[in-house]
């Protein structure tokens, strides 16, 4: 499976962005997915996921009531729309597939990931 992320981009301050994800083939349907991001110097931290039937989703603290994450399983694709973008949201977005149906929070629980899109958020 290959993962392709897009949407990054260059916004000030209280903007959005709309990340998708898009799988080579559709097995991730049947898993959990999530987005990470790192941030320069920084490990690499889960921002959201989701379970592979969208019924059960978990947001980082510092993004919750701003960050949403879906999916579209038809179209094996995933999203993340982030309002308010604050300067401290700069990163490098991954999104990733989970080895397992429901959503996990480290890392090493995911077995397939996306080469990442930089978002900048200017001040």
């Known amino acids: 499976v290959q993962l392709q992320a897009s949407g990054g981009g260059t916004v000030q301050a209280g903007g959005s962005l709309g990340l998708s994800c898009t799988a080579s083939r559709r097995t991730s349907s049947n898993n959990g997915m999530g987005w990470f991001r790192q941030a320069p110097g920084k490990e690499r931290a889960l921002v959201a996921a989701?379970?592979?039937?969208?019924?059960?989703?978990y947001y980082a603290d510092s993004v919750k009531g701003r960050f949403t994450i879906s999916r579209n399983n038809a179209q094996g694709t995933l999203y993340l729309q982030m309002n308010n973008l604050r300067p401290e949201d700069t990163a490098v977005y991954y999104c990733a597939s989970a080895r397992s149906a429901v959503w996990a929070s480290a890392a090493s629980a995911y077995n397939y990931w996306g080469r990442g899109t930089l978002v900048t958020v200017s001040s």
């Open positions: 989701i379970s592979w039937r969208g019924d059960d989703a």
